[in-house]
């Protein structure tokens, strides 16, 4: 009887001890909320990858990222971060743009959420303020939304003597009611009409450079939409099918062979979240990270493609431009 | 045990705090005072140290906005024509590229009129012609060429400065910039104090302009933020020459210095932990107390040794001379110190075996006195041995003497009486005894007889006895006198022999007599018991010997007890006056 209850006790003593073991290296595990996937991230995610060893964190070693990839499908994003939320994991990144954020924000409200978007964190009711998140939220905002303005204002000194410009839009974009208006104001203060045009699929992209070409429209200027960032590779294709100049937010287009780009650098907007989220994983609270505006706005020139569509860039534009592409 | 316990709280006590606190009082003086002079000096060498690194920090910061303003003076050289500039735009758009920290640029010309806008953000204005004269910044930089203005909060989070720069002429007009104060973390996070040190700049309200976590910076006008940190200035301020001591936000002790940054009035303060800025100084403080308690460790143990040495053989010395004193005279001290201390040991040991000698000989004198003249005893005992007790056999002279009709007296008078007679009588006796060096064997109630010539042999000793008989006769007789005229009837007689006889102490244990044995000795006591008062009766031998030199008057044959034949016996005569002594 007592030998039994020795060996019963070993054998507890060895089942408490072996889990226990196993578990020692727990990692915190980071949801990761993308609309997109993997490939067109690859650059963000890298970027997103050295913000989190800043606050000494390295995936597989000392942290495990769970990814959920709407794959372009931004209706799937709640689904994803109600997932990600039923997880239980230690922080939700919601990056890539409003739509993650606020589906992440409905998921849930105990978990930590730090987003990377280009709008107005505040105007699209994320936070409360910049300087005091509040809630379970913080973040990054990259300022793309904001200079939606300056894209037309550049497009429209490439293209001084064009009297309409086409702008596209995509209507399920929480912030495309703003930058619309945003649009028009710009537009009356440089004396040019606007033609808006809505596309929330692939299959609408050349329906819309269409009807640009037959508005006779100066170019294209694109609205901050993730949607429209992460697709610039078909963009610049049919920009230079359609001899058409556009000018969209994200870095990538210019070097996929559009034009021009204008808007928050990425990579420091991707950085800074990972740094974020490390904060948050060394026990730092939402509240007491203010959300951070990137300081670098970027404009690239793609100078081939200028010359495939015989424009002429004035030397004031080539001077403002941080990369131009030879 | 007491003894012992005295000892301790005693003698050693003293030895012991004497010792140790003149080792451990200047050792502890030495330490402290080493102590504290090195923690001034640490702290001077650490305020001079944050010092130059808050002027470097400073410095670094002034080099950020200097490279603001040089980049605008470009832009302020030549002067405004009435035709729009493009020259300028360009410059100024470049501008924008070059320098990232600048959000905006509005140019002026000479009459304050805005004639070019750029901005990062918001859409570019050319040739507006909006009047600004009105404005602070345009104000400012009219008299002082370079303006900073206040830190302001962009939507209450990010911090930017208006920074407004004028030409060498007033036709070359103005620029004014905005300055997103956010680019200075760059600066700011590089500069790094010791490890784990940093800095942070206010302005002069205690706004925060800059931080290494620019979480804090984006927090804005908050006051729980700034307040920790306006605190560590105020404290740098307060400590003057000193180095200042504060709490930073995660309320870790911080050393702080702080230096101005001149054009906007902004202060940077570095501050570093104290862990680490004290280090060196904890690390001097540890080891002055290590040292400190290594030497009160070694003060105490070389104080316990030297009072135990010091005391020890103080202790042997009270220990010695009480059991010496106390009659162990074959005690001795055992001390090996090879000073006073062991000259005074010596000393006692010598007096104890000196006084063990003398009272020895104290002794062995004693017992020779009881039967020997005292200077016959002291000659016995100079002479070291004893030897001359032994048993032997040679010739001596035995003298008996007693009382006649003294048993007849005894049982008459008194005992009173009778002591006190006995007592005149053996006092007269024993003076002649010791003054003749005569032996004195034995005495029972008023009989008594001496030996002449043992064991100490004498020159002369039937003449000898001879004389000490007569002055025997002629004392007692004085006594005689005083006795019948109080009626008693007690007379006087002595009788001597010469011959030879058997001498040596006879006893046990200490109860020893000296004797002598042979037929001399009965002659002596025959010769005795047949004299009448006033008689001194001789054998032939003794006689023979003092023949011619005293006057002998023979009695003819007698017949002595337990002799055969008839013995021819002499009668000493004893001179008329008696005036022997």
């Keep these: 009887m007592r030998r039994r209850d020795v060996l019963r006790w070993i054998g507890g003593a060895a089942a408490w001890t072996l889990p226990a073991r196993a578990q020692t290296p727990v990692m915190p595990v980071i949801g990761y909320l993308a609309p997109e996937s993997p490939r067109p991230f690859a650059s963000r995610l890298k970027a997103f990858r050295d913000g989190l060893a800043e606050a000494g964190y390295v995936e597989g070693r000392n942290v495990a990222i769970e990814y959920r990839w709407a794959e372009g499908n931004y209706t799937r994003l709640p689904a994803l971060a109600a997932d990600l939320a039923g997880r239980k994991v230690a922080v939700l990144v919601a990056s890539g743009g409003a739509p993650a954020a606020l589906a992440a924000k409905t998921a849930t409200k105990t978990i930590t959420i730090v987003f990377e978007m280009g709008g ?65 104001m710009a537009a009356e203060a440089l004396g040019v009409r606007l033609h808006i045009m809505n596309a929330s699929t692939e299959g609408e ?51 996929a062979g559009g034009l021009m780009s204008y808007g928050g650098d990425f990579m ?15 026990g730092e609270k939402p509240s007491d990270l203010p959300v951070q505006l990137v300081t670098k706005v970027e404009l690239v020139i793609n100078l081939k493609t200028a010359k495939a569509l015989s424009i002429n860039i004035p030397p004031a534009l080539i001077s403002s431009a941080d990369t131009v592409i030879e | 045990m007491t003894r012992q316990r005295l000892g301790f709280g005693g003698l050693f006590l003293k030895y012991f705090l004497v010792l140790f606190l003149a080792v451990v009082i200047p050792l502890a003086t030495n330490g402290i005072s080493e102590a504290w002079l090195g923690y001034r000096d640490q702290r001077t060498r650490l305020e001079q140290l944050l010092g130059v690194e808050a002027r470097s920090a400073g410095a670094k910061i002034q080099g950020f906005l200097d490279g603001i303003t040089d980049q605008l003076g470009w832009l302020v050289q030549l002067p405004w024509t009435e035709e729009p500039d493009e020259r300028r735009r360009i410059d100024a758009l470049r501008l924008l590229r070059q320098v990232p920290a600048i959000a905006s640029l509005t140019l002026l010309d000479g009459t304050s009129r805005e004639r070019l806008y750029v901005s990062r953000i918001g859409l570019n204005r050319s040739e507006s012609r909006t009047d600004r004269s009105a404005d602070e910044a345009v104000a400012g930089v009219r008299s002082a060429r370079l303006w900073y203005g206040k830190v302001s909060y962009y939507r209450d989070s990010e911090p930017y400065m208006t920074l407004a720069i004028s030409g060498n002429r007033p036709s070359v007009g103005v620029v004014v910039a905005e300055v997103n104060l956010k680019l200075i973390w760059d600066v700011i996070a590089a500069i790094k104090i010791g490890q784990t040190g940093q800095a942070f700049v206010l302005d ?9 976590d620019i979480s804090l910076v984006l927090r804005g006008a908050d006051e729980s933020t700034l307040a920790p940190l306006r605190e560590i200035r105020e404290a740098v301020r307060r400590a003057g020459a000193d180095v200042a001591t504060g709490w930073d936000a995660d309320g870790i002790a911080v050393a702080a210095a702080a230096a101005p940054v001149v054009g906007p009035d902004w202060t940077i303060v570095v501050e570093q932990p104290l862990s680490e800025a004290f280090r060196p100084i904890y690390a001097a403080l540890w080891r002055t107390l290590g040292l400190l308690l290594a ?9 316990f040794i030297l009072a135990r040495r010091m005391t020890k053989p103080i202790h042997l010395l009270e220990e010695g001379t009480q059991r010496i004193g106390a009659g162990q005279f074959n005690y001795r001290i055992e001390i090996k110190t090879g000073d006073e201390l ?40 100079r002479a070291g041995d004893d030897d001359v007790l032994e048993g032997r056999r040679t010739e001596v002279v035995a003298v008996f003497c007693d009382l006649r009709g003294f048993t007849a007296f005894s049982a008459k008078v008194a005992p009173e009486e009778v002591m006190s007679l006995l007592s005149e009588y053996y006092d007269a006796l024993g003076r002649i005894i010791t003054k003749y060096e005569a032996t004195l064997t034995s005495f029972s109630g008023d009989g008594l007889m001496v030996l002449v010539n043992a064991p100490v042999p004498v020159a002369d000793p039937a003449l000898k006895a001879v004389d000490l008989a007569v002055e025997m006769q002629l004392s007692v007789q004085d006594l005689v006198a005083g006795w019948q005229r109080q009626g008693y009837r007690i007379g006087f007689g002595v009788g001597l022999a010469k011959g030879s006889a058997t001498v040596g102490r006879i006893g046990y244990e200490s109860r020893f007599d000296y004797t002598a044995i042979g037929s001399v000795v009965n002659l002596a006591a025959r010769l005795c018991a047949s004299a009448t008062d006033r008689e001194i009766l001789t054998d032939a031998t003794v006689a023979n010997e ?36």
């Design chain 2, 546 to 581: 003092v023949n011619g030199k005293r006057a002998l008057n023979p009695m003819g044959l007698r017949l002595i007890k337990g002799y055969d034949e008839k013995l021819l016996v002499y009668r000493v005569s004893l001179p008329e006056k008696p005036s022997a002594t």
């Design chain 2, 342 to 381: 062991q000259r005074l040991a010596d000393s006692f040991n010598a007096m104890a075996a000196e006084l063990a000698v003398s009272q020895e000989r104290q002794e062995r004198i004693a017992k020779l006195k009881r039967f020997l003249a005292p200077q016959v005893a002291e000659l016995v005992d």
């Design chain 1, 120 to 184: 107005d964190p505040v105007a699209l009711g994320v936070v409360d303020s910049l300087s005091r998140p509040g809630g379970n939220l913080t973040g990054i905002s990259s300022l793309s939304v904001e200079v939606s303005r300056k894209r037309l204002e550049f497009m429209h000194e490439l293209r001084p003597n064009a009297a309409s410009f086409a702008v596209a839009v995509n209507p399920t974009s929480p912030t495309s009611g703003s930058q619309v208006r945003n649009l028009q």
């Design chain 2, 204 to 212: 002069g309200p205690g706004r925060l302009v800059a931080h290494p």
């Design chain 1, 205 to 255: 992209f050349e329906a819309m450079f269409l009807s640009a070409t037959r508005e006779q429209a100066g170019g294209i200027v694109f609205t901050s939409d993730p949607y429209f960032a992460f697709r610039s590779t078909q963009l610049a294709d049919l920009c230079l099918r359609y001899s058409m100049p556009a000018v969209t937010q994200s870095r990538d287009f210019p070097t």
């Design chain 1, 268 to 282: 420091q907007s991707h950085r800074r979240a990972g740094s974020y989220a490390g904060r948050v994983l060394n």
């Design chain 2, 295 to 303: 030497g009160g460790v070694f003060a105490c143990l070389l104080a």
